[in-house]
């Protein structure tokens, strides 16, 4: 454990800090499973939630120091990082601002760093991928939840009806995990990536980054397949890789594909 953020180890082999998605989400990268082998996974709850810290502030520097916390409670001077989906976003403005703390990056079908990240092409997947009394009952929970009146029962229920959206075969997904969300940190948090992306600074901040980058996609993801090649583009050292029949969980779907990204990453290293 940390003094602050209880951390999930597991496996020998050089350090690989994972970041899950979100924003305020419970972490869920456990999944991985066999994917890591070869790697130490560390993993932890990202701000938000028990048994991390529950308060703010929900800012992009609070979850990049946090990292970094994270990363100086373990005794490590640097790590690779694999982030996932919003977890993809924070690796990659983790190795722009502590370059000297990131070997290398694998960003596994992440909210991008080019236009809007792709953000409002994912929105709207979601939802046409969603039957129209589901969708109409995540879309009003949603915004019950961005303007503050929401629950986090209320969001659960809102992941849940969208779950099968996130496959690249929904009527074949499978079932969501137990998986918590804390709404103070997914608003607050989410509000500053859209800004940011917004501002227009990130691919210029991307470029400067000289560590390999990685990026796995679904070829089935609600993201846009354009968001992570101009992602990995940005970087100067990027490589995009899509996967075949997955979404936005390509381990779950196509399992050996984020093994076979790590594999081509350490080469690189």
Do not use: K, N
């Amino acid at each position: 454990m940390t003094a602050a953020f209880p951390v999930a180890a597991d496996g020998d082999g050089p350090p690989l800090l994972c970041l899950h998605g979100g924003p305020g989400l419970s972490d869920y990268l456990a999944d991985l499973g066999e994917e890591t082998a070869g790697w130490r996974r560390i993993s932890y709850t990202q701000r938000g939630l028990a048994p991390s810290p529950t308060d703010g502030p929900f800012t992009l520097a609070q979850h990049v120091a946090d990292a970094i916390t994270v990363l100086d409670d373990l005794g490590l001077d640097e790590a690779v990082v694999l982030g996932h989906s919003w977890g993809g976003f924070l690796a990659a403005l983790l190795a722009a601002e502590h370059p000297d703390r990131v070997r290398g990056l694998l960003l596994v079908d992440p909210l991008g760093v080019v236009g809007d990240g792709g953000f409002g092409r994912f929105a709207e997947q979601m939802l046409a991928r969603t039957p129209d009394e589901d969708r109409r009952r995540a879309d009003e929970l949603d915004r019950r939840a961005m303007a503050g009146q929401g629950t986090e029962a209320d969001a659960v229920e809102s992941l849940r009806l969208v779950w099968p959206a996130y496959f690249a075969d929904p009527p074949t997904a499978p079932p969501m995990p137990d998986l918590r969300l804390g709404l103070a940190a997914y608003s607050a948090t989410l509000e500053e990536v859209l800004a940011l992306l917004a501002s227009g600074e990130l691919p210029a901040r991307a470029a400067a980054c000289d560590q390999p980058v990685e990026v796995l996609y679904g070829l089935g993801s609600p993201f846009p397949v354009e968001s992570a090649l101009d992602t990995a583009a940005a970087f100067a050292q990027g490589r995009a890789t899509g996967v075949p029949d997955a979404g936005h969980f390509p381990w779950l779907e196509q399992p050996g594909c984020v093994a076979e990204a790590l594999h081509r990453l350490a080469q690189r290293l």
